[in-house]
C-alpha cells in the first residue's frame, strides 16, 4: 500500500474515532452568554439615555461601547473574561467584548518582552486579521456604492 | 538494528520529579516529590519559571542519588521552548558538562538511553538525564495568549507543569536499564495540531512493534508499557493500530497523559509535554520498580516534531518515539527508601533557606 493511500485511509479512521462536539449545548451556551452580554449592552444605553438625556443616539451608542470594552479588558486582567470565553464560545467572542479581550489579552501576555517589541507588536496578533479584512472589505463596499 | 541491548544495564540510582498545583491534585499526587504551591516560582516570566522548576529538579535528582553535582559527568537534557532554552540556561547555571536534545515530547526516553549508553560503554561513571515542561511558556509559543477566551476542541490536550530527571550510574541500585530503542520518524498525514495524539500514535506502535520484535519477547512479558502523551484517543488509536499488528495490548498498556489528571479536571484528552513521561516515570514508575511491583516496563515516550511554522505552511506532523526498557534488579541492593526520605527532606530545607 502507498504512502498516500495509508494516510488517506488513516485520516478517515481518526476522524471517525474523534468525539463529537454537541451542537445544541453549545449553542444554547453561545445564546445565553451573548444574550446577556448584548443585555448589559442594552442596560448601560438606557441608563446613559436616562442620566444624559441630551445625548444623541451615535453618541449614547459610543458610550455604552467604552463601558462594556473596559469591562472586558478589565475582567481579562483579572482572569475572568477567558473562563466565560471558554463556557460561552461564540457567544462571548461575536460581540465587541471578544474583540476587546483579544487586543487585551496579548497585551497583557507580551508585556514581559517589553512595550515596544511585547505590547506595541504583539497587541494585534489575533486582532490583526479581523481589522485587515474590516479595512478591505470596507474598500470594496465603497467601490461597489460609489458606482451604484 | 534500531534496538540497543545494554550488556552491562546500569542502573537507575535516582528518579526525582516536580510538578505544579494542578498535576499535584491528580491520581498521582502521593507519588511526585515536590508539588509546586506557586507556578512562577516566584520568577517574573513564565521562561523564567521553566527553567528554574529544570534546575530544581535537577538539583533534587542529583541529591537524591546521594551525589554531589560534581560527581556527574553529562546532563543530558531539552524542553520545548525554541533553542532548548531552559535546559541550557540551566546547564549554565550548574555547569555540568550538557548535551542537548529534542525530539518534543519523546526527550525524556531519548536523554534517558543515551544517558543509559554513555554509562554502559563506560564513557561515563554518573549522568543525569531529564526535562520538563511549563503549561503558560508552551501556551505562549504555541497558542494563544493565557486570557484570551478561546474554546478549545475535544481532541485537545493540557502541556503539564512539571518534570522529572533520572540519574543513571554504574553504582548498584533497585533499577536497571536493560535495552533501548530509537524510534523512526513516522508521519500518517495527520495535519491538526490540536490531535497530536493520532498524529503520534503510528510512531509508538512503529517503536514498540520494533522493540518487542527486536527483543524476541511478547507484550504480555512487561508489566506495564507506557507511552508518554498519547492521552485518551491517542491511546485508542494505538491499541487499534497495534491489534492490527497483531500485538495485544491489554491491561499492562497504560498512558502517561491519562494518568497524570483527576477525571474531573478540564483537560480534554489528558496531560501532555516532555514533562509528562518525565514526571511519571520518576515518581509513580520509579517507586513501583524499586518496590519491585513491577518487574519489567517498557517506556515509550512520544513526541510531535512540528514547528508552529511548519503547520502554519501546510505542512503535517511527523511523529517520534523512543523506548526505554527498565527492570527491577532484585531488592536490597541499596537501602534505597531510607537514604531518599531523607535526601528529599533535605533539597526541601533547602529551598526553604533561599
Redesign the interface.
Known sequence: MDK?K???N??I??ES?????KAWPSLFKAFLVGGLICAIGQGFYDLYSYFFPNLAESELTSCMLMTIIFITCFL??L?I??????W??AG??IPIT?FS??I???A???K?EGIIYGICVKMFT?AGPVIVCGVVGSIICGFVGLFN | MQTIKLKNKPYLLAGYSMVGPLEGKGPLKDYFDYILKDDTLKEKTFEKSERKLLQDIIVGAIDKAGLKITDIDFFFGGDLLNQIVSSSYTARELEIPFIGLYSACATMAESLALASIFVDNGLAENVVAGTCTHFSSAERQYRFPLELGNQRPPTAQWTITGGGASVISKTPSNIRVSAVTFGRVVDFGIGDVNNMGAAMAPAACDTIREHIKNMGRTAKDYDLILTGDLGKLGSEILIDLMEHDKIILGKNYSDCGCMIYDKTERVFMGGSGAGCSASVLNSYIFKKLSAGDFKRILLVSTGALMSTTTSQQGDTIPGIAHAVELEFAGANKTNLKVNFSKDTNNVKSKKGGK
Open positions: 498516500q495509508r494516510n488517506t488513516y485520516n479512521y481518526v474515532k474523534i468525539p463529537k462536539t481579562t486582567g482572569g473574561y477567558d473562563v466565560i470565553g471558554a460561552g464560545g462571548s467572542v471578544g479581550n483579544s487585551s489579552s496579548p497583557i501576555e507580551f514581559k489575533i
